[in-house]
C-alpha cells in the first residue's frame, strides 16, 4: 500500500499560522473520508479534523475555530489550514483514513510551535 505523503510543517511562533498538506493514492482518496491526526510526544495519536463520507468536516474541540480542514479531488490531495497556533499544537502531524485509519501512515510533518 503507498503511503501517504505530509508535508508544510515547520517552527511557528504562537499565534502563527501553517498550511499542512497531504498528497494520498487515487484508491484510498476516492473511496474513503480523510482526516488528520497529530501525535504529541508521549501521548496517543488523536484524530484533530476530518471529513465524513458525506462531505461535512468535524473537529477536535481543541482546534475547533482554528484549523481547517480542506481536499482537492482532482490532486487527490487534503489539507489543513491552522491558525493562531498554540503551544500545544506542537506534534507530528499525520493524513489518514478517518474515522478509522486504514492507510498506510507516512512519516509525518512536525509542527512547533514556541517562541
Known amino acids: 500500500q503507498v503511503p501517504l505523503v505530509e508535508s508544510g510543517g515547520g517552527l511557528v511562533q504562537p499565534g502563527g499560522s501553517l498550511r499542512l498538506s497531504c498528497a494520498a493514492s487515487r484508491s484510498i482518496f476516492s473511496m474513503n473520508a480523510m482526516g488528520w491526526y497529530r501525535q504529541a510526544p508521549g501521548k496517543p495519536r488523536e484524530l484533530v479534523a476530518a471529513?465524513?463520507?458525506?462531505?461535512?468536516?468535524n473537529y477536535a474541540d481543541s482546534v475547533k475555530g482554528r484549523f481547517t480542514i480542506s481536499r482537492d479531488n482532482a490532486k487527490n490531495t487534503v489539507s489543513l489550514q491552522m491558525n493562531s497556533l498554540k503551544p500545544g499544537d506542537t506534534a507530528v502531524y499525520y493524513c489518514?483514513?478517518?474515522?478509522?485509519?486504514?492507510?498506510?501512515w507516512g512519516q509525518g510533518t512536525q509542527v512547533t510551535v514556541s517562541s
Open positions: 471529513f465524513t463520507r458525506g462531505g461535512i468536516t
Open positions: 489518514n483514513t478517518a474515522p478509522r485509519a486504514i492507510g498506510s
